[in-house]
Nanobody
């Protein structure tokens, strides 16, 4: 069973930056798609960004465009999310997700594997 292990997150002031990381426990696993989602209290899980491991296709939610950058490391089965210019509304638990199939990137139901989640709090 492949596990996704997350790191990063924490408390940051508005306008600050954080970097999230996610690594698969099995580097031989044939991942096609890796993504980040987030879930704020009382809200549904929402798409943030995704990358196909070929690196040729990257997707961002409108809320992330221009502020967040997703990068992938196919050799190490890792994905990173650099978050800049953070706002209080970015506060949420962030989850990484991965799947071996070539499916639509923005649908959480298309991902079979999920990280444990990490809290990001943007507050002064």
């Amino acid at each position: 069973q492949v596990q996704l292990i997350q790191s990063g997150g924490g408390l940051v002031q508005p306008g600050g930056s954080l970097r999230l990381a996610c690594v698969a426990s099995d580097r031989t696993w044939p991942i096609n798609l890796m993504a980040w989602f987030r879930q704020a209290p009382g809200k549904e899980r929402e798409f943030v960004s995704a990358i196909r491991v070929s690196g040729t296709q990257i997707y961002y939610a409108d809320s992330a465009k221009g502020r967040f950058t997703i990068t992938g490391d196919n050799a190490n089965k890792a994905v990173y999310l650099q978050m800049n210019s953070l706002k209080p509304e970015d506060t949420a638990v962030y989850f990484c997700a991965a799947d071996a199939l070539d499916l639509e990137a923005e649908m959480p139901s298309n991902y079979d594997y999920w990280g444990q989640g990490t809290q990001v709090t943007v507050s002064s």
